[in-house]
């Protein structure tokens, strides 16, 4: 009985392979290559009369223009000092201090930060700072270094473009080492 199931599932399997194999080269008959037509297309993937407007001046944006200057660091300083400075109220109800900080979190901080007992951040005085580092070729995200009652302590701030604001993506001790 088993041998009758299987061979037709052998023989369905081998007239697919067949004729996914096709015919050999030799009985094909020969045709005739013709060339494609050359399309030229810019960094965009966009080809000559394919609507899309290809001057220079109207060329597509691929990205925020982002810089780093006096304003900037400013802004990042400004936001690290308060978004630390509400961070470091232990004595603050869990809903209020959330509330109050909730504004400064990127969206992936909120879900973390909204599960931190305020009660349980063993600094309630920052002694210094911020202290800004940031990698030469990226205007976007940033690290705010602070010292506190408690001992040193960072933020990551990031943000998406020029005139939007920095958003806190992470708050941590530094590890003793």
């Given at each position: 009985m088993r041998r009758t199931t299987f061979a037709p599932a052998v023989l369905a399997a081998a007239a697919l392979l067949t004729a996914c194999a096709g015919t050999p080269a030799a009985s094909t008959p020969a045709t005739t290559a013709t060339?494609?037509?050359t399309i030229t297309a810019d960094a965009?993937?966009?080809?000559?009369?394919?609507?899309?407007?290809h001057d220079e001046a109207t060329e597509h944006y691929h990205g925020p223009n982002v810089t780093w200057d006096a304003g900037s660091e400013k802004r990042v300083k400004d936001t690290a000092a308060k978004a630390m400075t509400l961070f470091g109220r232990p004595t603050v109800e869990e809903k209020t201090w959330f509330k109050d900080l909730e504004?400064?979190?990127?969206?992936?901080?909120?879900?973390?930060?909204?599960?931190?007992?305020?009660?349980?951040?063993p600094f309630s005085t920052v002694t210094d700072g911020p202290a800004i580092s940031r990698e030469a070729q990226n205007p976007m995200t940033v690290t705010a270094?602070?010292?506190?009652d408690a001992g040193p302590w960072t933020i990551m701030l990031h943000r998406i473009g020029q005139d939007d604001p920095w958003l806190v993506t992470s708050i941590s001790p530094v590890d003793a080492q």
């Open positions: 060339a494609a037509p965009d993937g966009h080809s000559t009369g394919d609507g899309h407007d504004p400064l979190l990127a969206a992936e901080y909120k879900e973390d930060a909204r599960y931190i007992d305020p009660a349980r951040v270094a602070f010292d506190t």
